[in-house]
Nanobody
Framework: VQLQASGGGLVQPGGSLELSCAAS????????MGWYRQAPGKQREFVAD???????NYTDSVKGRFTISRDNAKNTVYLQMNSLKLEDTAVYYC?????????????WGQGTQVTVSS
């Protein structure tokens, strides 16, 4: 499975960006699809995820500002980021779980830079 993330960039505080991550290749059944981020000098942290049925989960710091969604027909997950703050600056990575009957394999995307700066 290959993941292609896009949509990062430079934005001013209060601005918006939308990230997308498309999965391709030999996919069985994508379960959780999500986003993580890693700021300079910090560990990678969970941002949000969404199950195949549409249930979502967010880290507290992005609740009310970020919205995760997915298009199952396109095997794509999105992250709409509004009211961006300086502390949202990080490399954002998508992650998906490909669920087989008796095991699950996780995959990471290559990362896309989000920089919030005035």
């Amino acid at each position: 499975v290959q993941l292609q993330a896009s949509g990062g960039g430079l934005v001013q505080p209060g601005g918006s960006l939308e990230l997308s991550c498309a999965a391709s290749g030999s996919i069985f059944s994508l379960n959780h699809m999500g986003w993580y981020r890693q700021a300079p000098g910090k560990q990678r942290e969970f941002v949000a995820d969404i199950t195949s049925s549409g249930s979502t989960n967010y880290t507290d710091s992005v609740k009310g500002r970020f919205t995760i969604s997915r298009d199952n027909a396109k095997n794509t997950v999105y992250l709409q980021m509004n009211s961006l703050k300086l502390e949202d600056t990080a490399v954002y990575y998508c992650h998906v779980d490909d669920k087989y009957p008796t095991w699950t394999i996780g995959y990471w995307g290559q990362g896309t830079q989000v920089t919030v700066s005035s």
